[in-house]
Structures are given as structure tokens and as C-alpha cells.
């Protein structure tokens, strides 16, 4: 059974650091992996998408990693903003279809 | 704003109670997804629909029953719950089912079982 792991669970940076998010998963046959953004009150949105294929995926300060053979995957945030604080999920599709299987998250928290 | 709109936001209900959950999606996608989130546990998927019809049902309490009258909105019928059902509801959809869909979510129901 597919199991997602991500460490930290809990991080807090001063505004401006580049910080780094992992990801682990015990099967590595998957599919694809995203990386998606919770904020409180509100549902999730998903920041990238790396097919199985893929090494990474790139949008605007984000960059996300995937090294499929390790079971791993990192977030990467350049110069991060106190508008970057939420919880970040990773998630892996292992069955090629619709099937999710979720971390529970790292909690960012980026002061002033 | 995603698309996706879920109602109530928060709900508190007793054991015997009766209540539903709604979700509507305004983006023409043609799958929907209910996820529970419990504190300190991952988002777990609940049920699938894929046009309409039921495709994955994960394990889910008969307590829990979904409906999805057509494409665009998905219910949660909740009857005799108990205080662990207590958790964030999600909603969410695609356009497909496949596996390079990306899909959309809702705010979620924050339900309190009492």
C-alpha cells in the first residue's frame, strides 16, 4: 500500500529564505506526483504536476523535483514571502486513474 | 475561487441527525471526488463519480452516502454519524478521470459530530 511521508511537518522561515520541502512514497510506480497548497478555510489548490516521465517542474519561484527511483520528491521555494504561508500537500497518482494518495503536509510559515 | 462551491462551510450535528452536504462545480469537468480530512491524518479519498456514475468507493461506511444527480453536483447524505466522522469534508473535480488530470477543490464542510 502506497504511503506518502513528508518532513517537516511543521517549518517557519523569516521572508526572504529559499527553503526546500520533502516528499517520500514506498512505491515508486506512480504515475504522476503533485504538490498542491491548503490555506486555512479554504480548499486546495494545486501549484505543480510532474508526470512519471518528468525530473521537474517549474512555475515562477516554485520548482518541484522528482526522482522517481528514490521515491522522492522536494519543493523548492525561492525567496519565500509571508503570502507562501499555508500547508503544502504532496500527493501521488499510483494507479493511473483519479486515486490520490496524500501526504499530511508540511505547515510553512513565513515571517516578516 | 476555484469553481468548485461546497455548502454548508460548517455544520454541527447529533448522532441521529440527518444531513447533506452539496457541491457544485462551475467548470464543465465531468468527475467529482469526495475527501475527508481528519486533524493529524492525510486527506483520504471517499468516492469517485466519473459522468455520473460511481466509480471508486474506498472502503466508506454505508453511514455515508453519496448521490450524483448529473455532472456538475455531488452530495453527501450523512445519517447516524459518529463523533470520529468528525473532520473536513472536501470536494473535488476534474475534467477527466484519467491520471494526468488535475483536479479542482472546494473550501470544504467542517462537520462536527456531536
Known amino acids: 500500500k502506497q504511503e506518502v511521508t513528508q518532513i517537516p511537518a511543521a517549518l517557519s522561515v523569516p521572508e526572504g529564505e529559499n527553503l526546500v520541502l520533502n516528499c517520500s512514497f514506498t512505491?515508486?510506480?506512480?504515475?504522476?506526483l503533485q504538490w498542491f497548497r491548503q490555506d486555512p478555510g479554504k480548499g486546495l489548490t494545486s501549484l505543480l504536476l510532474?508526470?512519471?516521465?518528468?525530473r521537474e517542474q517549474t512555475s515562477g519561484r516554485l520548482n518541484a523535483s522528482l526522482d522517481k527511483s528514490s521515491g522522492r520528491s522536494t519543493l523548492y521555494i525561492a525567496a519565500s514571502q509571508p503570502g507562501d504561508s499555508a500547508t503544502y500537500l504532496c500527493?501521488?497518482?499510483?494507479?493511473?486513474?483519479?486515486?490520490?494518495?496524500f501526504g499530511t503536509g508540511t505547515r510553512l510559515l513565513v515571517s516578516p | 475561487e476555484t469553481g468548485v462551491t461546497q455548502t454548508p462551510r460548517h455544520l454541527v450535528m447529533g448522532m441521529t441527525n440527518k444531513k447533506s452536504l452539496k457541491c457544485e462545480q462551475h467548470?464543465?469537468?465531468?468527475?467529482m471526488y469526495w475527501y475527508k480530512q481528519s486533524a493529524k491524518k492525510p486527506l483520504e479519498l471517499m468516492f469517485v463519480?466519473?459522468?455520473?456514475?460511481?466509480?471508486e468507493n474506498n472502503s466508506v461506511p454505508s453511514r455515508f452516502s453519496p448521490e450524483c444527480p448529473n455532472s456538475s453536483h455531488l452530495f453527501l447524505h450523512l445519517h447516524t454519524l459518529q463523533p470520529e466522522d468528525s473532520a473536513l469534508y472536501l470536494c473535488?473535480?476534474?475534467?477527466?478521470?484519467?491520471?494526468?488530470?488535475?483536479?479542482?477543490f472546494g473550501p470544504g464542510t467542517r462537520l462536527l459530530v456531536l
Open positions: 467548470l464543465g469537468h465531468n468527475a
Open positions: 463519480y466519473n459522468f455520473k456514475e460511481q466509480t
Open positions: 512505491d515508486s510506480a506512480i504515475y504522476n
Open positions: 500527493a501521488v497518482n499510483d494507479t493511473g486513474f483519479q486515486k490520490l494518495v
Open positions: 473535488a473535480s476534474s475534467r477527466g478521470a484519467g491520471e494526468g488530470e488535475t483536479q479542482y
Open positions: 510532474i508526470q512519471s516521465s518528468q
